[in-house]
């Protein structure tokens, strides 16, 4: 093998190592007039939780069109959401924690359980599970190390999706369907829903069951294949069925099942050369083969509840499964250098790059908490996870024309096949001193084991079967004085820590066998409080997070593999204040000012102390303004209107000579409804109201001799107006 197959097999090898794949406060359902969240894994007020948190409702994400995790994650302080134009595609940061490799920093949950990956070799941290909106009840997004109560792979944060439970005292069927356009796009896309909820025993045992399906026009172009215009259409598929059995007071037993299915045409990113002037009308690729993106999730799920009088029992036992098929057009980065593999005697190709992930995931916790509202609280419990995971890539050689090269075809076979397991016990108690002190603490061990096998075999790298294999043990802690100031004010610290494991290393000659865990610390100051008979609300923290043997992708004499090295800091503020002046309004105002840089030299990814980190803007917000009113004769109406925006973001650290800056963006989005006779609602939206040329992000891609070749581009999805009629009894 030549030098510079070499050169090119290692770009190959840093994607086995899980380098990033190219591409790449509202109201709820209430008690007593009070938002509940489940965040400490109990019904609490969320105005006592000394977490920061924010609540998405599911009511909300709907009034204001929005279809995915991109659409509204910009009106929660502190995250960032980019994807490639399709949901699922997508990475997600809280409080300025990137992934730089390719496991998520971000814990995502689906009602009691974990789902995607916490193996390095998924890419959990760039194909993050973006649920339709329909049956979700609320999203409770959780800021800093979520360790103690929710395990791995949080250190950033938490998404928390919960679901609609069945309701055993009422027969309710719902529907809805729906019209929108995209500036640019192909034709309308459009949308329809349906859910009904059966009381089978009254009081006792109901079922419900939904479906929905979605159906987005693209908008962007190839100027390299005539036949991909709009290449960027996509649909989405997904129904669930849940049963809520009650036979006593005491015992409650939940089943559900969700699926859901995505089925992507192309990509949605935007080309640009290097001094980013754009291609073709600024909203183009430049991709020879289509790049499909295809998504499936069967989830399954038993909660059993049990209430002995002093404690409560939880059983949560899930199994999930995920398929995704992902194609890029590789050709920028070996198509081109066939010239230099052979010698001259074979021009610039086609490389199309086929990667299929594949995830079978266990998981069950048991645990027993005391009941709510004493001055002693307390919780205890075990967890247990199983993964099986795949990670296919195929590298295929063709000709300008579309013909086979059989002296490199394929260029690369790789199979990444692991097992991860995951065992834990945890803890978490409160102590209340008096009506005004309160001291919440909890503990947490965990140890997993990984197997792993590296299988290759291509024209430009060698042929391979080789296992590996990991364990590590992990302990974590949190602690959390409060102090009550009244009983709608709470001043609060935190002290966090978190962890993301490591796992077996790629096997290459002077790579460590194992990539070690990282770890986080938070520290934080909050203060959560209604002033003026609630007139004016108040979540606002402070915040320090020290991040200490990071995983990074590092060379090796030339090979790419996994490694621990150096640390950062990320340092700010977050807040949401809402204001209600009167009946019916209410003023929001969401920001969040973020210092997130590396605290020392990295030479691994070319950062020196100072740099700052990738995919985080220094400051993010929004300002909304939501009016709801009585019509008459049983009608109503209601109004909102919003404005977010998030500053530059870089695509690596600073000293990196790939580095690109995404630009600023600033998003105007309306929303109105009119309800008749509470049955039949009209409602109407539009997001990116002023079309902002924004970006979520913007990557220089390399060529396999790691030199610039074009600038890829992730954008604000372009001015959507829609329509719908929902329908309820």
């Known amino acids: 093998m030549t ?162 439970q069945p309701d055993t005292r009422e027969f309710r069927v719902k529907a809805g369907a729906e019209g929108f356009a995209i500036k640019g796009g192909d034709g309308l896309g459009w949308g329809a829903q349906t859910m009904v909820n059966v009381p089978i025993v009254e009081d006792r045992l109901a079922i419900s069951a939904s479906f929905a399906w979605r159906s987005t026009p693209g908008w962007v172009d190839s100027v390299n294949n005539a036949d991909l215009d709009d290449q960027n259409s996509y649909e989405q598929r997904g129904g669930r069925v849940a049963l809520l059995w009650e036979p006593t007071p005491q015992l409650s037993v939940k089943l559900a099942g969700i699926w859901q299915s995505l089925d992507s045409d192309g990509n ?139 002296p490199l075809d394929p ?36 140890r997993n084991e990984q197997t792993f096998r590296q299988i290759s075999e291509g024209a430009i790298v060698p042929s391979a079967n080789d296992p590996g294999k990991s364990a590590e043990s992990v302990w974590t802690f949190s602690v959390s004085p409060q102090v009550h100031l009244n009983d709608h004010a709470m001043l609060y610290g935190r002290v966090a820590t978190g962890y993301r494991p490591g796992g077996p290393n790629v096997i290459v000659p002077n790579v460590p066998p194992s990539v070690d865990a990282d770890r986080m610390t938070n520290y934080e100051i909050g203060f959560k409080g209604d002033l003026a008979d609630g007139m004016v609300s108040f979540d606002v923290a402070g915040f320090w997070m020290d991040w200490t043997d990071i995983q990074v992708t590092r060379a090796f004499g030339g090979v790419s593999g996994g490694a621990n090295g150096g640390k950062a800091t990320s340092k700010g503020f977050e807040g949401t204040v809402a204001l209600r002046p009167a009946t019916g309004l209410t003023l929001t105002a969401t920001g969040s000012y973020t210092d997130a840089s590396l605290s020392e030299d990295v030479p691994e990814i070319s950062g020196v102390d100072g740099d700052r980190l990738p995919a985080v803007p220094r400051f993010s917000g929004a300002l909304r303004a939501d009016y709801e009113f009585e019509l008459g004769g049983g009608s109503k109406g209601s109004f909102g209107a919003g404005v977010r925006h998030a500053s530059s973001r870089l695509s690596l650290v600073e000293s990196d000579p790939l580095v690109a800056r995404a630009r600023p963006y600033t998003s105007v989005d309306l929303n109105a409804s009119v309800t008749f006779n509470d049955h039949w609602t009209v409602r109407a939206y539009a997001r990116n109201l002023l079309d902002n040329k924004g970006e979520l992000a913007r990557t220089t891609l390399a060529d396999g001799l790691n030199q610039p070749s074009f600038l890829a581009i992730s954008p604000l999805q372009p001015r959507t107006v829609g329509v719908a009629l929902d329908m309820a009894f």
């Open 411 to 446: 260029l690369a076979i790789v199979g990444l096949p692991a097992t991860y397991k995951e065992y834990a016990v945890f803890g978490n108690g409160s102590f209340k001193f008096n009506e005004m002190f309160e001291l919440t603490a909890g503990l947490r061990w965990a």
């Open 268 to 406: 949605g990113l935007y080309a640009a050369d290097l001094d980013g002037n754009r291609l073709g009308d600024g909203r183009s690729f430049n991709n020879y083969v289509p790049e499909s993106y295809d998504f499936d999730l069967d989830y399954y799920s038993a909660t059993i509840d049990y209430d002995f009088g002093p404690a409560t029992l939880t059983s949560a036992t899930t199994y999930s499964k995920t398929k995704s098929a992902q194609v890029q057009d590789a050709s920028y980065a070996f198509g081109v250098l066939f010239p230099l593999l052979t010698g001259g005697a074979i021009g610039p190709g086609i490389t199309p790059f086929a990667l299929d992930l594949g995830l079978k995931k266990w998981t069950q916790e048991v645990r027993l908490a005391s009941p709510g509202g004493g001055r002693f609280e307390w919780l205890i419990g075990g967890f247990y996870t199983d993964e099986t995971t795949s990670n296919a890539q195929l590298v295929r050689s063709y000709d300008m024309d579309g013909n086979v090269i059989a």
């Open 3 to 164: 030098k510079r197959a070499l050169l090119v097999a290692s770009s190959l090898i840093a994607a086995l190592a899980a380098a990033p794949a190219l591409a790449q406060e509202s109201t709820i359902g209430t008690r007593e007039g009070e938002i509940v969240v489940t965040a400490q894994k109990r019904v609490q007020n969320v105005q006592d939780v000394p977490i920061a948190i924010s609540v998405v409702g599911g009511e909300d994400i709907q009034e204001q069109g929005s279809a995915s995790l991109v659409d509204y994650a910009g009106y929660v302080p502190g995250m960032q959401a980019s994807n490639t134009g399709t949901p699922g595609q997508t990475t997600i940061t809280l409080r300025g924690v990137a992934p730089l490799n390719g496991s998520q920093t971000v814990g995502i949950y689906l009602d009691d359980a974990p789902v995607g990956s916490s193996a390095i070799y998924n890419r959990a941290g760039q194909f993050t599970i973006d649920l339709m909106p329909y049956d979700i009840q609320r999203i409770e997004v959780l800021k800093g190390p979520q360790g103690t109560l929710y395990g791995a792979s949080s250190i950033g944060g938490l998404v928390k999706y919960v679901t609609v």
